[in-house]
């Protein structure tokens, strides 16, 4: 049956993706829209809050870049507030949806780590805890080119896990049989879930292997946490002056976990 159990090597890419599967992308945005769910977006409720807090960090007009945009629940926002907004996520479907939404900003459907986009900014932002889904030469590659494409002065916000997801994440295994089909796929599945804990790279590594009719898909997914001191160091060693944690700017949440922290750093 093909199916892969053994433990992921660190940061291993599987060979499916479930932010580009044709399928999965689309349940993907139905979760990005449902306003009342933190299944892929956060609820608007707390969109609302980081919006705010990140307003409350940049200055009042300019030029922003949010990585991994999916349908444009933030840049709309940014864009309502005067900001010339470029977004940025490899979901087709989401960024299809967004362009709908709106003309007057600049959605590109890409990967921001393989094709970063031209261009310079006064403010970054990279929101749902997306710096920890990289590897760690990934995410020093990805940061490099954020610092070089914000202006002086320019502002990056971002959000991680701390180190007390491992408090709310365990390893072991799972399944789940879907007979009329779900999130997943739109037939009867199959879906065998794992969840491997790497302590000393601070990372979770989440596989499943999709066991369908005639196909089977594997999906790894990662989360990495940090500590204040390591990401003010890796963020000092890319050249920001001014860095910042922020914790409590949201009030509990049903995302994977709500032990994060948001962060900003100035060049």
């Known amino acids: 049956m093909r199916i892969i159990d053994k433990k992921p090597e660190l940061f291993e890419k599987s060979s499916c993706n479930i932010w580009t599967d044709p399928y999965i992308q689309q349940q993907m945005l139905k979760e990005h829209l449902n306003p009342s769910s933190d299944g892929a977006s956060r609820k608007q409720e707390s969109i609302l809050k980081i919006r705010d807090f990140i307003l409350g960090q940049i200055k009042p007009s300019g030029s922003l870049l949010d990585l991994g945009c999916g349908p444009g629940l933030y840049t709309s926002l940014f864009g309502d507030e005067g900001y010339t907004v470029t977004g940025i996520d490899f979901n087709k479907a989401s960024i299809e949806y967004a362009k709908k939404q709106r003309k007057d900003i600049d959605y590109i459907c890409g990967d921001y780590i393989k094709d970063f986009p031209q261009g310079s900014y006064d403010a970054v932002c990279m929101i749902y805890c997306d710096m920890g889904t990289h590897s760690d030469n990934d995410r020093d590659l990805l940061l490099k080119n954020i610092y070089n494409s914000l202006n002086n002065g320019g502002v990056l916000i971002f959000d991680v896990f701390t180190e007390r997801l491992m408090n709310d ?35 979770f590594a989440y596989q499943y292997n999709l066991l369908c009719t005639g196909q089977n898909k594997h999906f790894i997914v990662w989360d990495r946490y940090y500590s204040e001191n390591e990401i003010i160091d890796i963020l000092k060693q890319t050249g920001f002056r001014s860095i910042s944690i922020h914790h409590n700017v949201l009030n509990g949440n049903n995302f994977t976990s709500d032990n994060e922290m948001f962060i900003v750093a100035k060049k």
């Not at 199959?190 to 790497?198: E, I, M």
């Open 169 to 203: 994440k365990q390893e072991g295994q799972n399944w789940e049989y879907a007979p009329t089909g779900g999130f997943w796929n739109e037939n009867e599945y199959l879906l065998l879930s794992q969840t491997f804990h790497y302590p000393e790279a601070k990372a």
